[in-house]
C-alpha cells in the first residue's frame, strides 16, 4: 500500500518561507518521479513542481524562481522550499507519486500566507 504523508504546513507572513515535506511509505520513490500540486476552493488542482526520478526539476511559472523541489532517496522523502512567500501561494498542498498505473495522494498540508 503506497502512502504519502505531507507536513510543514502553517502560517507565514508574506515573504516569508516554508518547507514542506512528503513522506513516502510503501511505492518505489527513487525510482518514480514526484509532484507537488496546491488546490483551494475556488482553483482547480494547480500543478507546481516536478522532481524526475535522478533530481531533475521543472516548475511552474507561478513559483518559479521562489520555490525549490528536492528529493532525499535514502529517506523516501520529498520536500518543497517555498521563499518569497505571497498571499496567492495560500492553498492546500499536495504531493503526487505514479505508482501502479495509477496516481497516489497525500491528505494535504494548508499554506496560508498573510498580507
Known amino acids: 500500500q503506497v502512502q504519502l504523508v505531507e507536513s510543514g504546513g502553517g502560517w507565514v507572513q508574506s515573504g516569508g518561507s516554508l518547507r514542506l515535506s512528503c513522506a513516502v511509505s510503501g511505492g518505489d520513490f527513487s525510482g518514480s518521479a514526484m509532484d507537488w500540486y496546491r488546490q483551494t476552493p475556488a482553483r482547480q488542482r494547480e500543478w507546481v513542481a516536478l522532481?524526475?526520478?535522478?533530481?531533475?526539476?521543472l516548475y511552474s511559472d507561478a513559483v518559479e524562481g521562489r520555490f525549490t523541489i528536492s528529493r532525499d532517496n535514502a529517506k523516501n522523502i520529498l520536500y518543497l522550499q517555498m521563499d518569497s512567500l505571497k498571499p496567492e501561494d495560500t492553498a492546500t498542498y499536495f504531493c503526487?507519486?505514479?505508482?501502479?498505473?495509477?496516481?497516489?495522494w497525500g491528505q494535504g498540508t494548508q499554506v496560508t500566507v498573510t498580507s
Open positions: 503526487k507519486i505514479f505508482q501502479n498505473m495509477r496516481d497516489y
Open positions: 522532481s524526475t526520478k535522478t533530481g531533475t526539476a
